[in-house]
Structures are given as C-alpha cells and as structure tokens.
C-alpha cells in the first residue's frame, strides 16, 4: 500500500529553521500536486503552502516570506523549508499529494503528520 511518509519534525528555538519531508513509499509513484497542512491543537486543519507538478506554488500569508515549499521530482519528494519560525507555527504538520502512476492519477493521498514546536 502506498504512502506519504514526513519527516524532519522536531522542537526548534523561536527564530529557527526546520526542513520538513514528504517522500513516497512505492517508487512506481510519483507525486503530482502536493501541500502541506498544519494542525494546531483545537483548531482546524490549514493549507499552508502548495506546489503544482509544474512547480507554481502559493502560501497562506502568514509564512509568505519565511516558508518555501519545493520538489524533487528524482527523489519523488517534497520539501518544506520553515524560516524565521514562531511560536505560533507550532502544529502537527501533514503532506496532502496526489499521486500519478503512469496516465492514472490517485487523488488525496495523506501522510502520517510530523509534529513541529517552536519554543524556547
């Protein structure tokens, strides 16, 4: 069974750096449209940064200018550079992909969540 596997999680420094990962298990698939989400506790799941297969990408204004979201397409992954962290960009972070498989595309695939923390 295929799957979005994250990583790159950890506790961070307020100001800090974290680059987070989403690669895809089953190398018969590569990753066509991708995002990444957070998840605060008590709060909703959030878009905060995607990126097209051919690699336009958009960000929720409050990271625009700290996060850059980008792709591998040899390692099928996806990537997340997190700059400048705050406090409040603590969440659990997840990966949204769909996937391609020759001229098939599965739709709304997830990954396990990594968990981020900026605090000092």
């Known amino acids: 069974q295929v799957q979005l596997v994250e990583s790159g999680g950890d506790l961070v420094q307020p100001g800090g750096s974290l680059r987070l990962s989403c690669a895809v298990s089953a190398s018969i698939f590569s990753i066509d449209g991708a995002g990444w989400y957070r998840q605060a506790p008590g709060k909703e799941r959030d878009l905060v940064a995607a990126i097209t297969s051919f690699g336009s990408t958009r960000y929720t204004d409050s990271v625009k200018g700290r996060f850059t979201i980008s792709r591998d397409n040899a390692k099928n992954t996806v990537y997340l550079q997190m700059n400048s962290l705050k406090p409040e960009d603590t969440a659990v972070y997840y990966c949204?992909?769909?996937?391609?498989?020759?001229?098939?595309?599965?739709?709304?695939?997830w990954g396990q969540g990594t968990q981020v923390t900026v605090s000092s």
């Open positions: 949204n992909a769909d996937l391609r498989s020759g001229d098939s595309v599965y739709y709304n695939y």
